[in-house]
């Protein structure tokens, strides 16, 4: 009786949410207060793929959910991100039947790092993929290891593990663990010999903190990594990006599937071989996935394109307290030769929390925009002045900076008649302040 009257419950504040424009988290919050193990109780699918880290969850489950779909298959998955154990119930509940059944062929889930612990008390995934884990949310997450012992409660023996073999932290979670599988990059000809960012939280080995050393960098601490005091190292990958020309816009997966980059990203395409990697383990032959993927665009607004005025732009999303994501975003603004204007938008700091602290933009690589192609830089929103004192550590010359509290005055700074792109980087938080004031395509 609890069960049903939760799952009837959680479907009508779900329609009611709907309506109103909201609800994605409440409507299994008040089911779990009737049912608290409601969970428990549903009949899942064979299969459930959970996918969890630092970043690049929702993207990943997206491209997971598409090439699936597109290959047949019935796919039942948190399509808008709310990813705690609330999120996680009110979308299991709103598509299981009134008897606590899940009619589909896969079930996804997109679950929080740190809240995972108690989605899978109730279940276990058959697979679980981990895409990264690096400083995010510091008043919420504290240090990358803090996660890492979070996540580990949540891991059943049942469960196949899918990792990012190139993050040492990730990595740990496969030490001697039998079945688990890998994905990561060869040597790629935009990696680096040596490392090229504010902090390394590679320097130490996450087994006897021993001095790590790496043979290539990929991206910050992201790596082909070996530890020369006790021998913990990057595995041998099952699925691989052999090549990759950002330049060009494309990757190759295990020397024989190409596919065509909508967004110009090392970090896109680690998302797209996770999720290359999940739609093998589900029998698609990679073939038919580099055709499901090749050109895809994301259609959870990580990135958009716009217009002002005359001007064309690029909308990326970053992650405020989230320093790696910022990077990441800032070295698509530096590799775009044809030259740019950049604007920079932190208005409200943290999504959890009534935070004003900044110290985290001071680990952000800034750097990355001291280049000829970078023409302008505008600050914006109530931190614009705690970005301009970070950016008087960059020597970027104070000609290209431009600063104002108001966003619509930052729009508007870049509303004229230059034929130079335009990239705007900032957080969900502050997305729509600035979509609402240009045209999006």
């Keep these: 009786m609890r069960k049903f009257l939760a799952i009837i419950i959680c479907k009508i504040l779900r329609v ?57 298959l019935k796919v039942i998955y948190n399509a808008e991100g709310s990813n705690q154990i609330e ?33 899978f008390k109730h279940f276990a995934p058959t697979h679980l993929v981990l895409t990264n884990l690096y400083r995010d949310q510091l008043t919420r997450n504290g240090h990358p290891m803090w996660v890492y012992n979070a996540i580990k409660e949540s891991i059943h023996d049942s469960t196949q593990l899918i990792l990012n073999a190139d993050d040492p932290l990730v990595s740990l979670f496969g030490k001697d663990r039998e079945g ?7 040597k790629l000809s935009t990696d680096s010999s040596e490392f090229n960012g504010v902090y390394n ?8 903190h021993g001095p790590m050393e790496y043979s290539t960098y990929h991206y910050n601490h992201i790596g082909h990594f070996d530890c020369a005091v006790c021998g913990y190292k990057r595995r041998n990958t099952d699925f691989t990006v052999t ?20 967004l110009k990203s090392l970090y896109n395409i680690y998302n797209l071989l996770a999720a290359y990697t999940v739609a093998s383990v589900m029998g698609i032959e990679g073939e038919r996935i580099a055709e499901c993927i090749n050109n895809y665009t994301l259609k959870n607004g990580r990135v958009l394109t716009f217009r002002l005025g005359s001007r064309r732009g690029t909308f990326l999303v970053a992650k405020h307290e989230n320093s790696i994501s910022y990077d990441l ?9 044809e030259g740019s204007d950049v604007l920079i938008i932190v ?21 990355l ?27 970027i010359g104070d000609y290209k900076i431009k600063v104002t509290e108001s966003i619509a005055e930052g729009v508007e700074l870049l509303n004229n008649d230059s034929t130079d792109k335009i990239y705007v980087i900032t957080c969900f938080s502050d997305k729509g302040k600035f979509l609402e004031l240009v045209e999006v395509e």
């Design 16 to 72: 009611i949410g709907k309506f109103i424009g909201k609800g994605s988290s409440l409507p299994g919050k008040f089911a779990l207060k009737v049912c608290p193990n409601v969970l428990s109780k549903i009949k899942l699918p064979e299969k459930i793929v959970a996918v969890t880290g630092s970043n690049g969850k929702t993207s990943t489950v997206e491209m997971i959910a598409h090439i699936l779909r597109t290959n047949g």
């Design 87 to 119: 999120g996680v119930t009110t979308f299991i509940l709103s598509n299981a039947t009134l008897g606590g059944k899940l009619d589909g062929d896969v079930l996804l889930i997109e679950s929080d790092e740190r809240y995972a612990k108690y989605t």
């Design 180 to 186: 688990t599988l890998w994905f990561g990059a060869d």
């Design 201 to 208: 939280d590679g320097v130490y080995c996450p087994v006897c």
């Design 243 to 262: 090549k990759a020309d950002l330049n060009e816009g494309f990757i190759v997966i295990d020397g024989k599937h190409r596919i065509d980059l909508a």
């Design 329 to 337: 975003s800032l070295k698509v603004v530096a590799s775009d030769t």
């Design 347 to 367: 208005d409200a700091v943290s999504r959890k929390y009534f935070t004003s602290d900044v110290s985290w933009l001071y680990d952000i690589n800034f750097q």
């Design 369 to 395: 925009l001291d280049a000829d192609n970078v023409k302008n830089i505008v600050l914006a929103g109530a931190y614009a002045n705690d970005l301009a004192a970070r950016f008087s550590y960059t020597g």
